[in-house]
C-alpha cells in the first residue's frame, strides 16, 4: 500500500536561527490515524501545519517535501501554486483546532462557517449546501441541526462546538484530516466522547487522520501509528502497540513515566480522621444574579449548593470537577473572596488548639492574619506574575504589604523560598518572561510561601503545564507541603492528578458534591455513574484498554438522566449517604 | 421586535440622559460668579449711566435672572411657568443673546444646520478613508504599504488643523480655483434654498471637510488597523485559511468584521470632538458654524447662547451614541444576545 501522505526530511526555521522543525520524515497511510506526540516546543503543530501551508508569516520550509495523494497521482504541496493549494484546503485536507472556543468566528451563523466550505469547493447553491450541513450536524451528534444551524458559536458549549468544528472538516468528506490537540481544552467526558465521534466518522468515510496530542491516553485510544517528537525532531516511531507497549527510546519511556494515572491496585479504604480541621465548609451555597438585559428579571444561578467540605491539618482535599461544577466558587468561598448565601459558614483554624475563626465575619486584625495564613496558587502562570515586576519584586511583596522584616531580611526569605521551590537564588533579578511555564509556576508557589502560610489552595496548579512539568510541580507540591506541615485545598479537573497527591477527594458536579472518598476508595470502588464516567473516561496509554463510551455516556449526562437511585428530580437532588465509613455518595437511600 | 424595543428602550435613556446633561451644563455655565446682566449692570453704575441700568433690571426680571437658580433652570428648560408662562427649551424658545441683543434661535439658525452638514462630511471623510487604509495597512502590516500609511495619518495628526486649512486654501486657489473661506458665495447668503446655492455650499465644504477629517481619520485609521492587527492573529482566521477561503475575501468577511464595531461605537464619539474641535477652523476659515458663537458666549457669560449651544452638541453626541448602539446591535449577534451568551 501506497501512503497518502509522505513527508520526508521536512525543516522549518524561524528567521536566521536554528531550524525548529529538523529532518522530520513520517508517512500516514490511507485510512489510518498517525499520532504526532510531544511536549510544547516540539514542532508538531508547526509540522501538521505545514501540511497545509498555514505556518506563520515569519516561518520558513527549509528543506523537504510532502508528497499527497493515493497511488501515483501525489503532488508535492509544498510546489503548489497559492491557489491550488487553496484548492486542497478544506476539500482534500482539512483541519480542527485546539481551541473550539475562539476558533470559530463569533460573528456568524454555525450554518453559514460550515457551509461555506461547501459553497467555496463544491460552488453548491444555498439550499444544497444547508441539507449537507443539516446531514453532517446530524452525523455529529448535535440533537436539533436546525437549531445549531443557526445557532452562534457562543450560543454553544465547548463540546458542542467542537463538534461543530468536526463538522466542518467533515462536511465536504476529506481524504486526510489534522487534528490539532482536538480535546485538550475539553472537559474528560467530552474529550471521550469527541474522540469516539473522530473514530466512528473515520470509520464511515475511510478517511486518514493526523493527530496531534501531548496525552499518550489519547493516543493508545485512537491510533495505529505513533510518531514521538522533540525538539523539533522525530524521537521515535511505530505501530502504536509496539510503541506504547515497549518504548524504545528514553524519550519516549520519560513521557511514560511523567503520565499521571489513575492506580489500577486496590488499598483497604480508612475513615480518615476528622479531629483537627484547618478548613470546614459547612452548607456553603453561592447564587449568582445574571442581568437578563432590558427590562426582565435578573436570572438566578446557582454555582454551588450545600456544600460541606473539611480539611484536616497537614493532609490535601481535592475538589474535582468539569468547568461549570462549581469547584472554583466553593475555592474563593473557602479563601474569604466571595460571600456565601446566608447559612453557608466556613471556619478556619490557623493552628491546633487555636480559636477558630469566621472566614466570612473577620475583625481588621484577623483579616490581615488571615491572609497570612491562608495563599493560593493560581492556574495560569503565564498571567499570574506581573511581566513588569522582577523576580524579586514579586516575592518580597507580600512581605512588605504585612510589615515583615527589614529589606534585607525580606530579601534573604526571598531567596530561600526560591531554593524550597528549586530555582536558584541567582534568578531574583530577573522578569517572568526569562521563565519557562514550569519555572513560573514554581516561582508563583514560591510567591505562596513567602508569608509561611499554613493553608495553601491550589486552583488547577498544572493544568496549563506539559505532562512532564507537571509532575515536577505535583512532586514539588508534595514535597513542601510535608516538609512545611502545609494543608492543601487542591482544586482539578483531572482525576489522575488528583490520585496522586490527595488524602481525600470529592467529586463536584452542577453545583452539588455527588461523591467523596479518600481516592483508593473512590478509584477502586466509584458509586456513583459521574464518578464512573470521569475514570472510565480517563484515557489509559494501554492499546488494550480503550475508553467504554458506553460508562462514560451513561454518567455525563445532565443529572436528570443518571439511572436510580442517583438520578436529581429537577433540581432536587438526593442527600448525601454514607456507604461506607468515610465514603459520601449522593444517592437515595 | 426585539430591535424595536431595544431602540425604544434606547431612547428612552437618551431622553433622560439629556435632561441630567442640561442640568449640569446649566449649573456649569451658572459657576463662575455673576452673570452677563449684573456685570452690565456694575459696569454701567460705574459709568454712571442710569437709563441703560434700568434697561438691563428690566431684562433681569424677563429670563428671571433674580430667582434662585433652581428656579431659573427650571424656567430655562420650560420644565416651570416663567414670566411669559412656559416657554423654554422644551417649547423650541431658547432664550435671548444679551451680547447680540437678539434671540438666541435667530442668531443660531442657518448656523445649525450648516454644523450639522460640515460635520457629518466630516464624518463621513474619516470613514471613508480610514476603512481602506486601515485595512490595507493591517493586511501589509510591516511592508512600505504600512510605513506610508502610517506617516500620512500620522502627518495629519500632526498638522494643526488651522495650519493646513491655511495651506489648503492657498494652493486650492492656486491649482482648482476654489473659493477662500466661508460656506458659501456670499451673494446666497439669506437666500432661499436653490440650486446654484447647493452647488456653491458643496464646492466651499471642499477644505473645510478635508481639514475637520484628517486628524480624526489619522486616529481612526491607526486604531482601525490596530484592531485589525489583533484580530488576525486570532484562531478563527487560521480556520477559515485552512478552509481554502481565498485571502482578499478572508479578510472581509472575518476580521474585518470584528475589527468593525469598536469602529462604529466610534461614531458617538467622533461627532462632539469635531464640533468643539472645529472651532478654532471654523474662526479661522470663516465657517458660518456654531463654533465661534460658542466661543464668543462663553467669554462673555452669555449664558443662554452658551446653554444652548452646549445642548446641541450634547444632542448630537447623544444621538450619535444612539446610532452606534444600535448598529453595533445589528451587527453583533453577541450584543444582541448578550443575556443568552456568556
Known sequence: ?????????????????????????????PGQTCALVGESGSGKTLTCRSVLRILPD?????????????????????????????????????????EPMRSLSPLHRLGDQVAE??????????????????ETFERVGFADPMRAFRAYPFEMSGGMRQRAMIAMAMVAKPDLLIADEPTTALDVTTQAQVLGLIKDLQQETGMAVILVTHDLGVVANMAETVVVMNKGRVMEQGPAAAVLGAPA????????????????????????THSDLILDLRGVSKTYSVRAGGWKKPLQVTACRDVDLALPRGKTLAVVGESGSGKTTCARIALGAEMPDPGGTVHFCPGQGMEQIHVHDMTRAQRTAFQRQAQMVFQDPYSSLSPRMRVQEALTEPMEIHGIGTRAQRRDKAAEVLRWVGLSPDMLGRFPHAFSGGQRQRLSIARALTLDPVLLVCDEPTSALDVS????????????????????????????????????????????????????????????????????????????????????ARGAGTPDTWPEPYRFEGSVAPDLMELDPGHLVRCHA | MMFLRYAVYRFVTMLLTLVVVSVMVFVIINLPPGDYLSNQIAELRATGQAEGVAKAEFLRTEYALDRPLWEQYLIWAGFAPGPQGFSGLIQGNFGWSFEFDRPVGEIVGDALWLTVLVNLAAVLFVYVVALPL?????????????????????????????????????????????????????????????????KSILIHMIVPTFVIGTSGAAAMMQRLRANMLDELSKPYVETARAKGLAPAKLLAKYPLRMAFNPFVADIGNLLPAMVSGSVLVSVVLGLQTIGPFLLAALKSQDQFLAGFVLMFVALLTLIGTMISDMLLVLLDPRIRYGARGQ
Open chain 1, 249 to 272: 527510546h528514553g524519550y519516549t519511556a520519560k513521557l511514560f513515566a511523567a503520565a499521571p494515572m489513575i492506580p489500577q491496585v486496590a488499598a483497604p479504604a480508612r475513615a480518615p
Open chain 2, 134 to 198: 486601515g485595512v490595507v495597512a493591517a493586511a501589509r502590516s510591516e511592508t512600505w504599504v504600512d510605513y506610508s500609511a502610517a506617516f500620512v495619518g500620522y502627518l495629519g495628526l500632526a498638522t494643526p488643523n488651522f495650519l493646513l486649512a491655511l495651506i489648503l486654501f492657498y494652493y486650492g486657489h492656486k491649482y482648482f480655483d476654489l473659493p477662500i473661506g466661508g460656506l458659501m458665495d456670499p451673494i446666497y447668503e439669506g437666500e432661499p434654498m436653490s440650486w446654484p446655492k447647493v
Open chain 1, 117 to 134: 466550505v461547501l459553497r467555496l469547493h463544491r460552488r453548491m447553491r444555498p439550499p444544497a449546501a444547508r441539507q449537507a450541513v443539516l
Open chain 1, 469 to 552: 512539568v507537571q509532575d515536577q510541580i505535583l512532586t514539588l507540591l508534595e514535597d513542601i507541603r510535608d516538609r512545611a506541615g502545609l494543608s492543601y485545598l487542591f482544586i482539578s479537573h483531572d482525576l489522575a492528578v488528583v490520585a496522586r497527591i490527595a488524602d481525600e477527594v470529592a467529586v463536584m458536579r452542577q453545583g452539588v458534591v455527588v461523591e467523596q472518598a479518600p481516592p483508593d476508595t473512590l478509584f477502586y470502588n466509584p458509586r456513583h455513574p459521574y464518578t464512573k464516567a470521569l475514570i472510565a473516561a480517563q484515557p489509559e496509554p494501554d492499546v488494550t484498554r480503550p475508553i467504554d463510551l458506553g460508562l462514560v
Open chain 1, 58 to 98: 515569519t516561518a520558513q520550509v527549509r528543506s523537504g517535501s510532502i508528497r499527497f495523494g493515493p497511488g501515483d497521482t501525489g503532488q508535492d504541496l509544498l510546489m503548489l501554486s497559492a491557489r491550488s493549494m487553496r484548492a486542497v484546503r478544506g476539500d482534500r485536507i482539512s483541519m480542527i483546532f485546539q
Open chain 1, 1 to 29: 500500500m501506497t501512503p497518502l501522505l509522505d513527508i520526508q526530511d521536512l525543516s522549518i526555521g524561524f528567521g536566521t536561527q536554528g531550524p525548529v522543525v529538523d529532518g522530520v520524515s513520517f508517512q500516514v497511510m
